[in-house]
């Protein structure tokens, strides 16, 4: 949950490095949500046009900017830069490469864009001899 409401916490920054665990329960959270809204827009009949429900339309535009925001660090955190975001543009082979992209490993240690945001998390660990 905290790293879901961390993508929102940082909406406009798209500097930096996100882990896979960040990017990836935020694309959790707004799957669930998003099955839930439309559940409730037929149920109640929310429709504004064929097949597009007024709920989802709205927290669509909602999710838009951190969603792209949270992609770019993403990209970061593997090493490539936000401008690989426009592989979705490509139908099926810029939809399966983004979807490798987003599934790759941290680059252990420092980048151009930061320093690895697993640096935290591995200074508590315990030292294994």
């Known amino acids: 949950m905290e ?22 329960m935020f694309v959790l959270g707004i799957t669930v949500i998003s099955v839930v ?8 009949g929310l429709e504004i046009a064929p097949e597009v429900g007024l709920l989802t339309t709205i927290f669509s535009l909602i999710v838009l900017i951190p969603s792209i925001s949270v992609t770019v660090r993403r990209f970061h955190d593997i090493g490539r830069s936000g401008w690989w975001l426009l592989l979705s543009f490509i139908p099926i082979l810029g939809w399966i490469a983004m979807f490798i992209f987003t599934l790759l490993d941290s680059q252990s240690g420092s980048n151009k864009y930061g320093p690895t945001p697993k640096q935290s998390l591995n200074d508590f660990a315990p030292a294994n001899n």
Do not use: C, H, P, Q
């Open 37 to 44: 809204l439309t559940i409730i827009e037929m149920m109640a």
């Open 3 to 24: 790293d879901f409401l961390n993508v929102f916490r940082k909406t406009f920054v798209f500097s930096g490095r996100s882990r896979r665990k960040e990017y990836w």
